[in-house]
């Protein structure tokens, strides 16, 4: 989604662009708030990879659902399946020139003071990229 917002901060106006798409992840930076893009096609195998097990993981939950033994089981230690593809995303996307690191989790900043406090700009419009 991409929406027009307020520093509350400085006032500054600016664009948001919020979560990937279908062909694409959207990162930020933890420490500047720099967008970085990434597009699938150039992750293939990796996004290739999350999708498979996404798509496994949601078929069994739905056979296994109806299993007592499933509802019975403890989660596995470890990262999830997203946790694990975010991980790996980062690594991809490298450091910002900040000295930040590029994270699908960082906050929202404003690209003037840096600030996350903002609002959306009702002047503006919100667009669903897909």
């Known amino acids: 989604m ?10 500054s106006h600016f664009v948001v662009n919020d979560g990937g798409g279908f062909s694409f992840e959207i990162l930020r930076c933890d420490a500047c708030g720099r967008e970085r893009t990434i597009l699938h096609s150039e992750i293939g195998e990796l996004h290739a990879a999350f999708e498979t097990a996404w798509r496994e993981r949601s078929e069994d939950a739905g ?51 840096g600030s996350r406090k903002f609002r959306e700009d009702p002047a503006e419009p919100s667009i669903l990229y897909d």
């Open 2 to 11: 991409t929406f027009g917002a307020v520093c509350s901060a400085c006032g």
């Open 63 to 113: 056979r296994k659902k109806r299993t007592k033994h499933v509802r019975t089981q403890k989660p596995r230690p470890g990262l999830s399946l997203e946790e694990e593809y975010q991980t790996k995303l980062t690594e991809f996307a490298g450091p910002c020139s900040c000295g930040g690191r590029f994270s699908s989790q960082a906050p929202i900043r404003c690209p003037d003071c």
